[in-house]
């Protein structure tokens, strides 16, 4: 029987905890200095906002673990011996390994701004970073947010949901225009001023600043504006975690580099997750995806080679979702914020500004790439099914119905979609189902 040391409880670590237990009789030790339980990171938000509490963030019952011989060590790792196969801990000792799966996570970004290690200036990431903005944003009169990805909308609802007056840089035209085209850019700019976030375009930062005491006072932008505020929050992505790498035998670029078999360069270490970086990828992935889904499928993929059947990881059709205060977000494939010169698009956008669909097809073989679908929800497996067939513009278009997510509960929005569509693409009609609303309305 061989021991399995995991670093890190995130989605990674812990789904390859589970899926080895599923395989073998193997000893497994997961190691985190975080939190005693795997938890949903992304429910970090609605503990603050008084949503949950922590114990409902927790998948599982505390004694699952034990049941299922999944050893739980709570503690911070300061190094690894990589040569004689140890893990060694902050606070002395250490634990022998036969396999050692890295899943270390991710680290809040940070540039080198003057100020930004003032008390009251963080990111947010993990869960002590929960705990010290529930300490740095008691009796606060203004919040300043810095970075336009998901993080960064995330906090501003936080913060919005305890009445704390946010102001929201970022330094692109529109909200994370970086990743999202200019539409749907500009939907979510519209939705995050209605909610009352002085969100505020081009802008960036220029450093923070003390207020004598060694908290922060205000924010001074690279244009010389000077904004008053006791809390800013820094969101400007993340990293991966190489701090158990450095100066080491284990090679790393952006991240910990593995091949196919998420093996780093050493004898029986892996590393998946945020951590991880593919030596070689598709041309539609990216080489570092710090994504709950990616994490998941690498901890299932890395347990049946530790556990004997050598597997490759296949991480198919790209999924992503999030939440920009109300609205869903849900893309499949690939949708890029500008267009390659093969491509073309079908935009519809709800009469309320707050729904709207973008789907990227091949020019010459009208076949689909991805879509982005904004307070509409699809079917993961219907939308990858139909990108892994092939399926063009039209046939998605006639059968968007059979991707409706419960469409017994929510409104249905396909005839509307269809009806666009044949007005843009009269060459290649469709037939339209029910009446659309704008019928429905004025019948």
């Known amino acids: 029987m061989q021991h399995i040391v995991i670093i890190?409880?995130?989605i990674a670590g812990i789904t390859a905890a589970r899926i080895i237990r599923k395989l073998s009789d193997d000893r497994i030790t997961v190691i985190s200095g975080e939190t005693d339980y795997f938890f949903s990171r992304t429910a970090l938000m609605y503990i603050y906002m008084g949503h949950m509490e922590y114990r409902h963030t927790k998948p599982y019952e505390d004694w699952f673990w034990k049941k299922n011989r999944i050893e739980l060590k709570r503690t911070w790792v300061s190094s690894v011996d990589f040569d004689t196969k140890k893990v060694l801990f902050s606070e002395g000792g250490d634990?022998?390994?036969?396999?050692l799966i890295m899943a270390a996570g991710s680290q809040s970004n940070?540039?080198?701004?003057p100020g930004q290690n003032l008390t009251g200036v963080q990111g947010l990431y993990s869960y002590q970073d929960l705990e010290l903005m529930e300490e740095n944003t008691k009796n606060i009169h203004r919040a300043v947010i810095v970075g336009g990805g998901l993080i960064g909308v995330e906090m501003a609802e936080m913060l919005h949901s305890r009445d704390i007056p946010v102001t929201y840089l970022i330094r692109e035209k529109h909200f994370w225009s970086g990743v999202l085209p200019v539409e749907e850019a500009k939907l979510i700019d519209r939705h995050i001023l209605e909610h009352h976030v002085d969100l505020r375009s081009e802008i960036e930062l220029k450093e923070i600043l003390d207020?004598?005491?060694?908290?922060?006072?205000?924010v001074k932008t690279k244009s010389g504006d000077i904004i008053e505020?006791?809390?800013?929050?820094?969101?400007?992505?993340?990293?991966?975690?190489?701090d158990l790498v450095k100066d080491s035998p284990i090679e790393s670029d952006r991240g910990i580099l593995v091949n196919e078999y998420l093996e780093t360069n050493h004898p029986d270490v892996y590393a998946i997750g945020d951590c991880a970086q593919m030596r070689t990828h598709s041309p539609n992935r990216r080489a570092i995806e710090a994504v709950w889904y990616v994490g998941r499928?690498?901890?299932?993929?890395?347990?049946?080679?530790?556990?004997?059947?050598?597997?490759?990881?296949?991480?198919?059709?790209?999924f992503n979702s999030a939440k920009f205060f109300d609205i869903e977000y849900q893309t499949y494939g690939t949708v890029l914020n500008h267009l390659k010169d093969n491509e073309d698009h079908f935009y519809w956008e709800c009469m309320d500004k707050k729904k709207c669909i973008k789907i990227i097809f091949?020019?010459?073989?009208?076949?689909?790439?991805?879509?982005?679908?904004?307070?509409?929800?699809?079917?993961?497996?219907?939308?990858?099914?139909?990108?892994?067939?092939?399926?063009?513009?039209d046939y998605v278009i006639e059968n968007l119905e059979t991707a409706n997510f419960d469409p017994e509960f929510f409104k249905r929005y396909e005839s509307d979609i269809q009806i666009q569509y044949n007005e843009q693409f009269p060459d290649k009609p469709v037939d339209v189902g029910e009446k659309s609303l704008l019928e429905k309305l004025f019948a």
């Not at 820094?234 to 975690?241: E, I, R």
Request: net charge positive; hydrophobic share 35%.
């Open 95 to 99: 634990l022998a390994y036969d396999k």
């Open 362 to 393: 091949d020019k010459e073989t009208n076949v689909v790439k991805g879509i982005n679908l904004f307070g509409i929800r699809n079917r993961q497996e219907v939308w990858n099914k139909w990108l892994e067939e092939g399926k063009t513009l």
């Open 229 to 242: 505020c006791e809390f800013v929050g820094l969101t400007v992505g993340v990293h991966p975690n190489l």
């Open 211 to 218: 207020d004598g005491n060694g908290r922060v006072r205000a």
């Open 110 to 113: 940070k540039f080198g701004w």
């Open 8 to 10: 890190g409880n995130g």
């Open 297 to 318: 499928m690498m901890g299932e993929t890395v347990a049946k080679t530790v556990t004997g059947t050598k597997t490759g990881y296949q991480p198919g059709i790209w």
